[in-house]
């Protein structure tokens, strides 16, 4: 494969002019559009050749083939490979006949939503794109994703060009007039993710017209450093008598073009309802002039799949998902818990961080495995974008290649051998990467020894292209306790390289109290000194409040947080107060009012007087039978049962942690899912929660759970009950396979079914043990059984 | 009428099962709305269409939707026009749903409550532009796939039907159900010759017929429960 520098000799050269919508073409000429017209370059090659034609002698440089649904998903009925052969050919002929222009090869979304929103995973569509790059790329200019709407789904696609061709890559996703596609893209996540992944071209296409994408071109313009493609509409469409047109003529549309030709975009072409006509006065309104140049820019950029934060001010990175220090988490690794990465990451992500650690490095466990797992699972959740955080660079390409979005590496060292592991992954997936100021020799421990080591990082970082926007350099806190000199060469080592070197800086914050007591009070005081000497991202944990005040604080007096806005609202804001304040109650009526904070106090106060089980059996017991007896006579309601149920919850995890473990006393273990092809799971998820609140162990094994995957937990779990949740009528069918499945396997569980469409005669008729109509029948239930 | 945002708390205690309200509920309504306010992206795609009757049922010859349903012939009568609506207010409401169910249950369950009467205000603005727009024509009642003997498996067509993946981001995965969640599409009859007096007892349709527990809003709206 020879790389091809046709796409870069003409944007060299001038504004590149692009085609406009096949569909509108073929549409005039009668044909049916909403059916598979890819087929029409083997029924009837002539009519595509000529389209290619007509726009090329109009002007265009480039035509796309007509292809974009040619995939083996869309045309899994059909000779695809043939399709695709023959639209390249119709493609060539007309570049032959017109005696100049390139072919590039038009692909789209491959037509069903990818995880976790939909069923086809990574692997899938990767494998999809993969079969079609093989096809095209000996016999194509160039390849582009275009009306692209899922930045997971543009990854896959362009990971299978860059992995299986050397042609040039255009993309252009479509977006609505926020900046944003319909599964959340934000323009700033799509540019840095897929300038990380080395693409091109890209910018927008589809979705609104000319006169609308003006704010989203600048921003494409603002953080884009390789060119800009926009492929506008012919307007915003109307539909009159059941035929849509489009409300923006050939001229109007040419003349707003020019202006963001003038602004900057160096590619230019038309989507639906554009025609030859209207790329003819495009391509005449733009040959005069000359294409603009690309600056590179200095935005320290990562992202999500939906969201882009710039590092342009400090900024919290959470470190709650790592189980460094943290036994919980430790066992959540060990147990495959993703409930546990995702309660985590949702309460770091509420509490302000707005990066996420994820470091999985638990000895003996198939690290790269778990770091594959545990990033699909948080990236479902939150929109925070996350660092991968590992010393093994197979756990780190894992992260990388599963990640949806732009990512922060951590971390490469001093270690030349490292850095050669390492760095090649960080350029291939585009990532932002953070360099340790440490080498074979340790921690230096004077200030210059650390810039050499992060200028070797920096140098070594430039010979694997990565610009210095996207390096960090941690210049390592370590602890007061044993080495208390160096925590002034931390802070000032931080300064100067950010000085010196341009680049961002970083600082595990809590290090520096361990073995000290009240180490909040140093934490968030050392955060205030890094904060002033520069620190850009702090890793802590920003569920204590000593570390949100001081950073609050600082992003106040910095005058980052306008006007003191987020500051007032969060600290002004009169803290819930309990409602019975004041009013003298015991645990077991605080329980049942919810009050929180009596109920805490209570049981503090009470676990220093009497036995934990007292207060379990004389206090909790009695209050949940009394929620669950007014739930049942309807003078209390499922959000105050589960509001009750959560305090005592709280009320059994202190007297837990003040119990030996021997003396405890175990619920039964339950796996809970949502069956195969059910997506809601908002009943299964209220279940779960009271489930858990009762004292129960419960393994959520999420929704649309295949069959297998319920057999394998209750292989690997053995629980004594199974709950099956289903909302729909046609999902009651997988719930009876699974029921079957269940049985088969000779299991001796408790099956319990609900959901909306369940009654106690659907329950019978599939084979479960019991249904419950709600989750506190269920309790009953089982308590009845005396589990 | 454009009552798209004025979200009615009766409605949203209807779902929840909470017959009636305390302060501290309205003020984690109110914060919820203004959370759900900010995330919601409404987009509605609809078409009117004349109908005919192919095979005894009717048949929309523009968008080749055949609706091959008795429960549907028996509560459109005589209609000359059928309208097709999609409507969805977008993934980030699906995804605050998610996002809440892990650390706060009850804001969980408030905001997709919430999430159902937000979209379909946006499809009953729909259809109050309709009653405009066909001033001549009475109304049978909306009435979508899944229900009664009309089957979901239509989900697919329709979306297909209204080009709703493109122009408003509805995918439907291989159990039919659409993405977003929080989406509707529906059918409404245009007829001439109904008697404006006619009572529709829909509840006569439901699969959960004599057992339901939940009531659904339609019902609501229509006085069959309170």
Redesign the interface.
């Known amino acids: 494969m020879v790389k091809s520098n046709k796409l870069y000799d003409l944007l060299s050269k001038k504004i590149v002019v692009l085609d406009g919508a096949m569909g509108t073409m073929l549409q005039t000429m009668g044909y049916n559009v909403?059916k598979h017209t890819e087929l029409l370059c083997q029924t009837n090659p002539k009519v595509i050749e000529d389209i290619h034609y007509r726009y090329l002698m109009a002007g265009a440089d480039i035509v796309y083939t007509n292809t974009f649904g040619a995939n083996p998903y869309k045309l899994a009925n059909y000779d695809f490979k043939g399709v695709v052969i023959s639209a390249i050919e119709c493609a060539r002929r007309a570049v032959k006949r017109a005696g100049k222009g390139l072919v590039c090869f038009d692909m789209g979304t491959i037509g069903?939503?990818m995880e976790p929103?939909?069923?086809l995973t990574f692997d899938k569509v990767y494998e999809f794109y993969k079969e079609i790059v093989i096809i095209a790329c000996d016999k194509v200019d160039m390849f582009v994703v275009e009306?692209m709407?899922d930045l997971y789904e543009l990854k896959c696609a362009v990971l299978a060009i860059k992995e299986n061709s050397d042609l040039p890559c255009m993309v252009s996703m479509s977006f609505?007039a926020?900046g944003?596609?319909?599964?959340?893209c934000s323009i700033e996540a799509m540019v840095s993710t897929m300038q990380g992944l080395g693409v091109d071209v890209l910018g927008l296409n589809?979705g609104l017209g000319p006169k609308q994408i003006g704010p989203l071109v600048e921003r494409l313009l603002k953080y884009s450093d390789v060119p800009v493609i926009v492929k506008p509409n012919a307007g915003l469409?109307v539909?009159s008598n059941?035929q849509v047109s489009y409300d923006v003529d050939a001229e109007d549309f040419a003349e707003t073009m020019l202006e963001y030709v003038k602004m900057g975009v160096n590619v230019v072409g038309g989507c639906c309802g554009t025609d030859e006509s209207y790329i003819k006065l495009l391509a005449n309104e733009v040959k005069a002039l000359t294409p603009s140049k690309i600056n590179l820019n200095n935005y320290s950029l990562v992202s999500s799949g939906t969201r882009c934060v710039e590092i342009n001010q400090a900024r919290i990175v959470g470190e709650r998902i790592n189980p460094t220090g943290k036994k919980i988490m430790k066992q959540a690794i060990l147990d495959k818990d993703i409930?546990y990465f995702?309660?985590q990451a949702?309460?770091q992500?509420?509490q302000g961080a707005e990066i996420l650690d994820i470091n999985m490095g638990v000895p003996n466990i198939d690290e790269p495995e778990m770091v594959k797992m545990s990033i699909k699972a948080v990236q479902?959740?939150?929109?925070c974008p996350l660092q991968i955080d590992s010393s093994d660079p197979k756990a780190i390409e894992m992260g990388l290649r599963y990640y949806n979005g732009k990512p922060l590496v951590n971390s490469v060292n001093g270690n030349v051998d490292v850095m050669e592991k390492i760095l090649p992954l960080v350029r291939k997936y585009g990532a932002m990467v953070v360099g340790l100021t440490l080498d074979k020799n340790g921690i230096p421990k004077n200030i210059e020894d650390r810039l050499v080591i992060a200028r070797r990082i920096v140098n070594k970082c430039k010979e694997y292209n990565i610009p210095t926007k996207d390096i960090v350099i941690d210049c390592l806190t370590l602890t007061l306790g044993a080495e208390q000199r160096q925590a002034m060469n931390t802070l000032i080592g931080l300064k100067r390289v950010k000085e010196e070197l341009g680049v961002k800086t970083m600082l595990g914050i809590s290090n520096i109290s361990y073995g000290l007591p009240s180490r909040q009070i140093i934490n968030s005081n050392f955060l205030t000194m890094a904060l002033t000497y520069g620190l850009d991202l702090a890793i802590v944990n920003p569920n204590l409040p000593e570390i949100q005040e001081a950073f609050d604080t600082f992003r106040l007096i910095k005058d980052y947080d306008k006007d003191g806005q987020k500051y007032c609202n969060k600290y002004s804001a009169i803290k819930q107060t309990d409602?019975q304040t004041g009013e003298k109650m015991t645990l077991q009526e605080s329980i049942i009012k919810s009050v929180s904070s009596t109920a805490r106090e209570l049981t503090v106060d009470l676990i220093t007087k009497v036995d934990g089980l007292q207060i379990i059996n004389n206090e909790v017991i009695p209050a949940l039978n009394e929620i669950g007896k007014r739930y049942e006579e309807?003078t209390l309601?499922?959000?105050q049962l589960?509001?009750a149920s959560?305090v005592a919850k709280m009320v059994c995890d202190i007297v837990k942690a003040s119990m030996p473990t021997e003396s405890q006393i175990k619920k039964a273990k339950i796996v809970i899912c949502s069956v195969e092809?059910?997506?809601?799971?908002?009943g299964k998820?209220?279940v779960k929660?009271v489930l858990l609140n009762y004292g129960y162990e419960v393994i959520d094994i999420g929704r649309?759970v295949a069959i297998e995957k319920v057999i394998d937990s209750i292989k690997i779990n053995k629980p004594e009950v199974v709950c099956l949740s289903a909302l729909?009528?046609?999902?009651v069918a997988n719930m009876k396979k699974t029921i079957e499945a269940i049985k088969l396997n000779g299991f001796k569980v408790i099956i319990c079914v609900g959901g909306?469409?369940l009654?106690e005669n659907v329950a019978k008729e599939i084979g479960a043990d019991i249904y419950s109509?709600d989750p506190s029948q269920l309790v009953k239930y089982l308590e009845s059984k005396g589990l | 009428m454009d009552n798209f945002e004025e979200i009615d708390y009766k409605e949203v205690s209807h779902y929840?099962?909470?017959?009636k309200l305390s302060d501290?509920?309205i003020v984690l309504f109110d914060s919820v709305k203004k959370l759900l306010l900010d995330i919601a992206?409404p987009k509605i795609i609809a078409?009117m269409?004349n109908c005919e009757i192919v095979d005894g049922f009717y048949y929309l010859p523009?968008l080749?939707l055949h609706l091959k349903s008795n429960d549907v012939n028996k509560y459109f009568v005589n209609v000359e026009k059928i309208g097709v609506v999609a409507a969805t207010i977008?993934?980030?409401v699906?995804?605050k749903?998610?996002?809440?169910?892990?650390?706060d249950?009850?804001k969980?369950?408030?905001l997709?409550a919430m999430s159902n009467v937000l979209v379909e205000n946006l499809v009953d603005n729909w259809e109050y532009k309709m009653h405009n727009e066909y001033p001549d024509y009475e109304f049978c009642m909306r009435y979508s796939c899944?229900y009664g003997d009309l089957s979901?498996e239509m989900q697919p067509q329709i979306i297909?039907a209204l080009n709703a993946t493109?122009?408003?981001?509805i995918?439907v995965?291989?159990?039919?159900?659409m993405?977003p969640?929080k989406s509707i599409s529906a059918f409404l009859g245009l007829t001439k010759t109904k008697n404006k007096d006619e009572k529709i007892d829909i509840c006569q349709l439901c699969?959960?017929q004599g057992?339901c527990?939940?009531k659904c809003r339609r019902a609501l709206q229509n006085g069959k429960i309170k």
């Open positions: 909403n069903e939503l929103m939909g069923e009306t709407s609505d926020k944003r596609t319909f599964s959340g589809c469409p539909i059941g409930s995702q309660k949702v309460e992500s509420e479902s959740i939150v929109d409602t309807g309601f499922l959000p589960i509001r959560e092809g059910d997506i809601h799971d908002i998820n209220i929660t649309d729909m009528t046609t999902t909306a469409v009654t109509k | 929840l099962k909470m017959p501290e509920d992206e078409r269409e523009e080749g977008g993934v980030a699906d995804r749903i998610a996002f809440y169910s892990k650390i249950m009850v969980a369950m408030v997709d899944g979901i297909k493109k122009l408003i981001g995918s995965c291989k159990s039919n159900m993405i969640q699969a959960l057992k527990t939940t």
